[in-house]
């Protein structure tokens, strides 16, 4: 009997060590409470082809009403003026698309083009030229401004086209995994309206997902300046960094948040940017018609001043501002939380901060005092020169992105039928993404090229459920 006592005294201490935080603490590891709600209260439970595409379930009735019709402008295609249609009319004279989902299909992601000359997928050029305007903006193109459009109404000349082509990079896991990336390059070609400007910066821009745009719109300016540290302070290579920008309704700048360079203060300023730059539609923030230096807009038929009124232009804001965050998938299997640890392991969590909280008084009451889980600290980072567009936006430099929210990163194929990410798409999975990381994200890559076969399945698979 001795010996039986002595045999089960081993047998759970083994069990026991088995299920302590060993050197890989995986053992441990286990899902929070609520975390598959990324969106707190705005996190719909859907998983198919429409995820990104639902209202806030806070909207009040009357909002509710509001999303329905902004929808429908976000959607539907505008046309050129006069038309019957007079809710729709005044398209270009010069754009990129005629609606905004045909940049954000199904309020979802672009890409880009998979051939010369396929249009309107999602990817357009900013031009730029060294230096900053009064407002420490970035300079236009004395001719082109800041966007090539590259198409034009019915007997309008476009501004130009642009084609890309790729070189293959080669990058070795430790492991001996063999990952080619594609490292684009920009050709402008069929100039209608004379040469660019010496020196002329062109910066490649794909359309983002939608959703959860209010919610981090509502995180407190405080909460994202005390993920900052532009000094790295801490010494762990990480300094993020806020932008501040210029907001034309106040007159004003601004913290910057939304786009790929944190170069818009707020959602309205930056739908109203896309109507006009996008797809030639002015609005109550932007006014006027934007075209080449010298181009006559008086024989140019325009949908009104402005072509978008204000209760439409409101309604687009509002749905802008209340697409909910899917719900996550498997967020408490073992390889997802298993994946989950890894994440923080090699310092992802440092740039793309899992967890926070929406403050007490926006505007949208519904979006209040929610924990939200956008993987983002709306900071910009020097992502190393290997990502880097040379084109300065306000305080971004050239090497500077705004860490991007994660949240739906596994759903873009369900919903867009690709998975091409970064800033201009190049990147054709997670894994490319990731390898393409460098300046302060460059130890965080060199330990993911570390990770074995299965670890790196497990991290993947984490993202892939958020």
Not at 234 to 252: A, F, L, M
Not at 329 to 346: E, T, Y
Not at 379 to 397: E, Q
Request: charged share 20%; proline share 6%; hydrophobic share 35%.
């Amino acid at each position: 009997m001795k010996g039986i006592r002595h045999t089960w005294l081993i047998a759970l201490s083994l069990l026991a060590l088995s299920c302590s935080d060993d050197e890989s603490g995986y053992e441990k590891i286990t899902a929070e409470d609520g975390e598959e709600f990324s969106g707190g209260t705005s996190t719909v439970i859907n998983a198919t082809a429409e995820a990104f595409g639902f209202a806030s379930a806070t909207l009040t009735p009357d909002q509710s009403v509001d999303f329905g019709v902004g929808n429908s402008l976000f959607r539907q295609s505008w046309v050129t003026a006069p038309s019957s249609t007079t809710a729709r009319d005044g398209l270009g004279p010069f754009f990129n698309a005629i609606s905004c989902s045909a940049c954000h299909f199904k309020d979802g992601r672009g890409r880009p083009p998979s051939f010369d000359g396929e249009m309107g997928k999602g990817l357009l050029l900013r031009l730029s030229l060294p230096g900053t305007d009064a407002w420490g903006g970035a300079i236009a193109d004395p001719i082109y401004g800041h966007q090539l459009q590259d198409n034009a109404l019915l007997d309008v000349t476009p501004k130009g086209v642009y084609t890309i082509t790729y070189q293959n990079i080669t990058e070795t896991l430790a492991d001996g995994t063999i990952v080619q990336l594609r490292s684009p390059s920009y050709h402008i070609n069929a100039l209608a309206y004379g040469p660019l400007a010496p020196g002329v910066l062109v910066s490649p821009r794909v359309a983002s997902q939608m959703v959860g745009l209010g919610l981090l719109e509502a995180v407190p300016q405080a909460t994202y300046l005390s993920f900052a540290d532009e000094h790295d302070a801490n010494g762990d290579g990480i300094s993020g960094r806020p932008n501040y920008v210029y907001d034309k309704e106040s007159n004003s700048i601004k913290m910057g948040l939304f786009g790929w360079k944190a170069n818009q203060p707020n959602i309205r300023q930056q739908v109203a940017a896309a109507f006009v730059n996008d797809i030639g539609i002015t609005s109550p923030v932007f006014p006027d018609e934007h075209g080449p230096a010298g181009f006559d807009f008086s024989g140019i038929p325009n949908g009104g001043t402005p072509e978008i009124t204000d209760v439409a232009f409101n309604r687009v804001v509002l749905y802008s501002q209340s697409l909910s965050v899917p719900v996550r998938r498997n967020h408490d299997a073992p390889n997802v939380l298993r994946g989950k640890k890894i994440f923080s392991d090699i310092k992802c969590a440092s740039c793309h901060i899992p967890k926070m909280q929406t403050g007490n008084d926006y505007y949208l009451q519904g979006l209040r005092n929610q924990t939200i889980r956008p993987y983002t600290d709306m900071l910009l980072h020097d992502m190393g020169p290997g990502l880097a567009d040379g084109a300065p936006d306000y305080l971004a430099t050239g090497n500077e992105w705004r860490t991007p929210p994660l949240w739906g990163i596994g759903l873009i194929s369900t919903v867009n039928g690709h998975t091409q990410l970064l800033h201009d798409g190049r990147a054709g999975n997670i894994t490319e993404a990731i390898l393409w990381h460098g300046g302060e994200a460059e130890n965080s890559k060199n330990m993911f090229k570390q990770l074995t076969a299965a670890e790196r399945q497990d991290l993947l698979d984490f993202l892939n459920s958020l």
